[in-house]
């Protein structure tokens, strides 16, 4: 079967592009041919905060992959149209996180001949606000035959974002949990070291986590949060929470891209990660900090609750309160609970396979 997974993948960062990668790579294992219909240019300049928008520590050749679509030229849409009739897919997979691309993807859809297309959701409601998100989200939609959505709460909300004869098509995936970085899995993490890890936007709760520190240190003072991530926004708010809160000592910052050789710098240093997260549809840290055998303290907000089994993969606490987010770090720090066998058994059960099968399956 020759499968056309339509989105960012490599040589574009981050997660939804390592995710199409992870997946055609299980599609691979599995005897399917898999193809990336990929960007030529994904955001223009304004639409785009960070510094690049590309890793070239990523391998973009390791499947055929056709640099294409312009999202806001027609003309890009049309020449993808003639790729794929030339190609001939038996499935096209869609990556959805914005409703940016909903034009594109919409009229690409609507223009192929009548084969399995599946809309792959990573969120349903964008974290950013956008206009007639919900209509431009229902016109990308409208030409699927099915909806893989990562978490049940995701899947709550394509039910009330979008009408019955959509939503209906809706099925119930999960997030993998990553393989391609492990290294030293289940050694023993030395030090009192908390992790905060990826791009860095308001809705992440950042500001919530340092806020936590000044608590956490009064109990264990040679605690060390070690930030990475690039931010997409004003660095010098967090620069400046920092040096107010009076931590610098104890909050070491690395405020840029994390390419993928370094993740496992980070993660292997680390005793826990933290999502102090203030909204949230499912995160591909989880999977991240998973596969290097760190347990996760998550808040309780959209999916994350659906991927942190609370006291064995981990520990949930309520959004935006940082006294229980202290406590539940303190107690972690101060016990060193080995967690090591239960996330070794949940990232046995969710495979990167079993995603690929459900995506195809009829």
Known sequence: MKIAIMGPAPPYRGGISLFALMLARAFKELGHEALFINFEVQYPALLFPGKGQLDKSLNASEFANHRIIIPWLPSSWNQTIHLLLREKPDVIIVSWFLPFFAPAYGYILRKLPKMPKVILAHNISAHEKWALADKLMQYAFEPASKIVVLSKSTLAELHKKVPLFISRRGVLGFHPCYDCYVQNVGNPKKGNVLLFFGLIKPYKGLDVLLEAMPLILKSVPDTKLVVAGEVYGNVSVYLQQIQELGIANAVETHFRYISDPEIAHFFNQASLC????????????????????????????????????????????????????????????????????????????YSWKALAELMIAP
């Open 274 to 349: 933290v999502l102090p997260y203030k909204t949230a549809s499912q995160s591909g840290v989880i999977a991240t900090s998973y596969s290097f055998g760190v347990p996760v303290l998550a808040t309780r907000v959209g999916g994350l609750g659906e991927y942190v089994l609370d006291g064995e993969t981990g520990y949930l606490v309520p959004p935006l309160n940082k006294q229980k987010m202290a406590e539940t770090i303190i107690n972690h720090l101060q016990t060193k609970p080995d967690f090591s066998q239960a996330i070794d058994t949940y990232t046995r059960l």
